[in-house]
């Protein structure tokens, strides 16, 4: 088999696996909440899905944490991704699942390379009010105070 020939193979192999795994999407969408059939749906779709998972975690390794850590985590974030996921809003799951996967990653290393436990409502916090900050900087020409801050996010100074 040429290599040419492989690759073909391989990549309509990858297509009609992609296929069988959003079709397992739309039937899970379609499933009601208590029907029995549910659980094996979602476990089905979750396992071919992981593929996806495993690449994206892969991508983050040699960064100081396990592979295996990232890669449990990627499978957390697909899971979360497939339990939120609604295919009426005709978005791809590829396209919806990566990022939560990668945020999930992300959160990951947030919460475990800080050298002080900050617990993960300060850490967004924090992130929320950088975002604040650079937003007010622009809407109202000047730094912002604490206060603008505090009411721009609608939390106590």
């Not at 739309?26 to 476990?43: I, K, M, Q, S, V």
């Not at 475990?112 to 993960?120: G, K, L, Q």
């Amino acid at each position: 088999m040429t290599a040419t020939a492989f690759r073909s193979s391989t990549l309509s192999d990858a297509s009609a696996s992609t296929e069988t795994a959003a079709e397992l999407l739309t039937r899970l969408a379609r499933t009601p909440a208590g029907d029995r059939r549910r659980g094996a749906l979602r476990d089905r779709a979750i396992e071919a899905w992981l593929p996806l998972a495993r690449h994206l975690a892969h991508r983050y390794s040699g960064r100081g944490e396990p592979t295996d850590d990232l890669i449990q985590t990627a499978n957390v974030g697909l899971i979360k991704a497939i339990d939120k996921f609604d295919p009426e809003r005709g978005v791809d799951f590829a396209g919806y699942a990566i990022p939560t996967i990668i945020g999930e990653i992300k959160r990951h290393f947030r919460d475990r390379t800080w050298s002080v436990r900050v617990p993960r409502r300060l850490q967004e916090l924090r992130l929320a009010i950088t975002e604040a900050n650079s937003t007010l900087t622009h809407t109202l020409g000047r730094s912002p105070t604490v206060a603008d801050i505090s009411v721009h996010l609608g939390v106590t100074e």
